[in-house]
T-cell receptor, first 113, second 116 residues
Framework: DAKTTQPPSMDCAEGRAANLPCNHS???????VYWYRQIHSQGPQYIIH???NNETNEMASLIITEDRKSSTLILPHATLRDTAVYYC??????????????FGKGTLLTVNP | DAMVIQNPRYQVTQFGKPVTLSCSQT?????MYWYQQKSSQAPKLLFH???????NEADTPDNFQSRRPNTSFCFLDIRSPGLGDAAMYLC???????????????FGPGTRLTVT
């Protein structure tokens, strides 16, 4: 799987948009970008995933650049409960043991009041 | 609600004393995973079951074993826990049927293991 690079930490004011970047410059054409988050002392939680088009769900939006070498997770109105470690993961979808998630170090997002 | 349940949430064991952690799921997912997460580190996959097929990660120590008696349950056995095995152990499930598979993993709350 391609590796990802994320900033180790970010701060965001409550109510503002949080934009979390991820670089995945070696991503292959059949690899999806997944985002998970882990609130302290809880298991990771799926947020969103995408291949090349921008995606939006009730939790967040995912913007993937046209060359697919980077992406941004957007939390439109961050709350204190969004404080967590956010993991960007690239996962291949064709054949083999493709169900594995390889977690990087992630970004600790701290939402401040 | 359908979910992934891990028991116990906290487990204390003695150095060298075998311990078993359990995971159950009501999602009817065919894949179950065990991750180890040490303090301030990312989760690391130990092994997973695709249906009844066991898949061990290359760097998972032999001290760690797993059993999946049926679709709903999966166990993590640590045969001789060392101090370095103290960690959060996370169970996850996913529904992977055919390819391409784009289903997310659902994680349980984890069991925090302390080795004394």
């Amino acid at each position: 799987d391609a590796k990802t690079t994320q900033p180790p930490s970010m701060d965001c004011a409550e109510g503002r948009a949080a934009n979390l970047p991820c670089n995945h410059s070696t991503i292959s054409g059949n690899e999806y970008v997944y985002w998970y988050r882990q609130i302290h002392s809880q298991g990771p939680q799926y947020i969103i995933h995408g291949l090349k088009n921008n995606e939006t769900n009730e939790m967040a939006s995912l913007i993937i650049t046209e060359d697919r070498k980077s992406s941004t997770l957007i939390l439109p109105h961050a709350t204190l409960r969004d404080t967590a470690v956010y993991y960007c993961i690239v996962r291949v979808e064709s054949g083999g043991s493709n169900y594995k998630l390889t977690f990087g170090k992630g970004t600790l997002l701290t939402v401040n009041p | 609600d359908a979910m992934v349940i891990q028991n116990p949430r906290y487990q204390v064991t003695q150095f060298g004393k075998p311990v078993t952690l359990s995971c159950s799921q009501t999602l009817n997912h065919n894949v179950m995973y065990w991750y180890q997460q040490k303090s301030s580190q990312a989760p690391k996959l130990l092994f997973h079951y695709y249906d009844k097929d066991f898949n061990n990660e290359a760097d998972t120590p032999d001290n760690f074993q797993s059993r999946r008696p049926n679709t709903s349950f999966c166990f993590l056995d640590i045969r001789s826990p060392g101090l370095g095995d103290a960690a959060m152990y996370l169970c996850a499930t996913s529904r992977e049927i055919g390819a391409p598979s784009i289903y997310e993993q659902y994680f349980g709350p984890g069991t925090r293991l302390t080795v004394t």
